[in-house]
């Protein structure tokens, strides 16, 4: 008997403990919940901030489009060939915004070989078109479908719902984006205006940065100075490529050089991706 009441007592004491247990873990979670809802409302700011800036370069990039596609259906190549690269960086700046849409993204801004051929339109179309094939015949259809698409891009932006996760991601995606094809040349294979793209992901990503950094330094100032550190370094390489307003065509640098920017994104993507550390718990 005095087994069976001790058997007893252990088993009311184990069932306290796992209620306990469970408990804890349901005000864990609470405590979770209210820490990213107090950090999503004090960055509601940089949201609506952030919303402004994407839209703002939408809209450029709206305007950019039709200045570039009216030059490929007047068919004048030089034209065309002079607007393309800055035309695109006001696309790569928003691009976390931009990429929301998954099914315009690559319909505005597939290389080759990304999409079965038959759906190959865009920017990248029209681009093997004036400096591979040297002509703008054939291709004022890519022209006005680019046009429309990127007009209901525009349209649908106003949907997006601006978090400060898609910022954190956004930032990071935008130089992960420059170290695997911008860096390497893949993305403007034809007329080798990479540096343009390059330029535009780093501005973007900046831009969440500098809208975040205050938050950023009330967590951790070391890191919020190691990043502007870096972003100052990658923007002195780029600065020796600038010629004429522009940016020296990807060809024209050494390997030296391409290594060195190379190393330089990927110095300042090891502190950026410690930028989420602003939705967490104090």
Known sequence: MKFLKVSGILLVSSSLLFGCSNTDKSTSAEKVKETKKASSEALKGVTDDYRTYALGEIEAFVKATEEFTTAVKNGDIHKAKELYGTSRMHYERAEPIAEVFGDLDPKIDAREGDVPEAEWTGYHRIEKGLWVDNTTKGYEQYADQLMKDVNLLRAKVDTVEVTPELLITGAVDLLN????SKVT???D????????????NVEG???????????????DVEISNDI?????????????HKTNGGYKSYTDLSQAEVKELSQAIDALAEPL???GIVTEAS
């Not at 294979?189 to 535009?200: E, K, N, P, V």
């Not at 990503?205 to 967590?219: D, F, H, R, T, V």
């Not at 100052?232 to 020796?240: R, T």
């Open 228 to 240: 502007q550190s870096k972003f100052a370094d990658v923007y002195n390489l780029l600065n020796k």
């Open 185 to 187: 040349g893949e993305e």
């Open 273 to 275: 991706s410690q930028i």
């Open 177 to 180: 984006e420059v170290s695997t």
């Open 189 to 200: 294979r034809y007329s080798h205006t990479d540096l343009y793209d390059f330029a535009a």
């Open 205 to 219: 990503a900046e831009k969440i940065y500098q809208l975040l950094n205050p938050a950023l330094k009330k967590k």
